[in-house]
């Protein structure tokens, strides 16, 4: 938990579709999407949430054990990682 995980390098290595699972105290718990400042060239993709995937829109909020899919740039990714787990 809170480890952001690279699973797929796009654009020939200067974008990657990242993994983290929420732990307890990430600075995103109980906030929505829309509440949440992602960082430029980063997107959140997907959030699976026992076992189900959820397409991220605005209102949806994100809990601690949240499975967040993101893309984001290679200068994007450390501030990205600041954003959901606080590190």
């Known amino acids: 938990m809170g480890d952001l995980v690279k699973l797929l390098r796009l654009e ?5 579709l990242l ?3 929420l732990a307890e ?4 718990d109980g906030k929505t999407v829309r509440e949440i400042e992602f ?6 993709v997907a959030i699976v949430r026992d076992g189900h995937v ?19 740039s290679v200068q ?4 990205l990682k600041r954003t959901l787990t606080g590190e």
Do not use: K
């Open 25 to 28: 105290g990430s600075p995103v």
């Open 76 to 79: 994007a990714e450390l501030d």
């Open 39 to 44: 960082p430029a060239d980063s997107s959140l």
């Open 12 to 16: 020939q290595g200067r974008v990657s």
């Open 54 to 72: 959820i397409a991220p829109r605005g209102e949806t909020p994100l809990h601690a054990g949240d499975e967040v899919l993101a893309l984001a």
């Open 19 to 21: 993994e983290v699972t």
